[in-house]
């Protein structure tokens, strides 16, 4: 089987995890999985997000496309030139190295990279921008992290937790209306950090009603370089705006990998 018939391969970017406080791991959420092989129709990888393990140049020679997922923990605050706090952990420098790496290289070379929530705060931070810990503090804002009960635990069923919360308005001659072929959208909201100061090439795709920055793109980046600050990976099988991201990036991957074939 020649390389241009294969399925194409997309990393998913893997984030450190301690189990039992004793085995040190790498793990990812199956929805990233499962979104890649159902709806953009590629082979999923997972990778180690760990500078000691993943060899990016490697990985690139391997790989048709990149995602870069949510996580628990915060870029670090040195990133781009702020001190860090205890209050904003925690933090995983190693994926850091890689994911950072990761973003500048895929936009050089045209490999497709689609980030998500974290990465969507990876590419920017790549790029030179900044990001602010905590956005609820900021005046005007609204409270974008996961839902809790009134005793401050988090709510307990993922459907609730997942629901699409705020709208989110596209620049109407942006990347996300074409492919979208809408202005407004509705979307999930887990997140604390977001985007502060823009990037070098970093473009704003879409605004939510607070202002906060929910979707960007690269631009004059070569390829799929797109990134979205809610939790597409949540639901793509059913939700078409999330649906059509995966399958746009899918689409991405497949061109690639026939355009890369040697």
């Known amino acids: 089987m020649s390389r241009t018939s294969r399925k194409p391969v ?43 393990i993943t060899d990016v140049e490697a990985l690139l ?36 190295d890689v994911a950072l790496t990761l ?18 705060q990876e590419m920017n931070v790549a790029f030179g921008g900044t990001l602010h810990p905590e956005i609820r503090e900021l005046p005007g804002r609204m409270n974008h992290r996961m839902p809790r009960l009134e005793t401050g635990e988090i709510h307990p069923d993922p459907a609730v937790i997942f629901a699409d919360r705020h709208t989110v308005a596209l620049e109407p001659t942006g990347s996300f209306a074409r492919l979208l072929g809408r202005d407004t959208i509705t979307v999930n909201s887990l997140h604390g950090q977001g985007i502060d100061r823009l990037g070098a090439r970093i473009v704003v795709e879409g605004l939510a009603e607070d202002g906060t920055i929910e979707a960007i793109s690269v631009a004059e980046a070569p390829g799929f370089a797109l ?28 061109a690639y990998r026939q355009g890369g074939a040697s």
């Open 103 to 120: 973003a500048r290289l895929c936009v050089e070379r045209g490999v497709p990279i689609f980030g998500i929530c974290r990465g969507l």
């Open 227 to 254: 990134g979205v600050q809610w939790h597409a990976e949540y639901d793509p099988q059913c939700n078409p705006v999330n649906r059509a991201l995966f399958e746009a990036f899918g689409a991405a991957v497949r």
């Open 10 to 52: 997309v990393g998913v970017i893997g984030n450190y995890y301690r189990i039992e406080d004793r085995f040190n791991a790498q793990m990812c959420g199956e929805r990233n999985l499962c979104a890649v092989a159902e709806v953009a129709g590629a082979l999923p990888v997972m990778f180690a997000g760990c500078s000691g």
């Open 61 to 96: 020679d391997v790989v048709d496309g990149i995602v870069l997922t949510g996580a628990r923990a915060n870029v670090h605050p040195t990133r781009f030139g702020v001190e860090p706090c205890p209050r904003h952990e925690p933090y995983d420098q190693r994926r850091d």
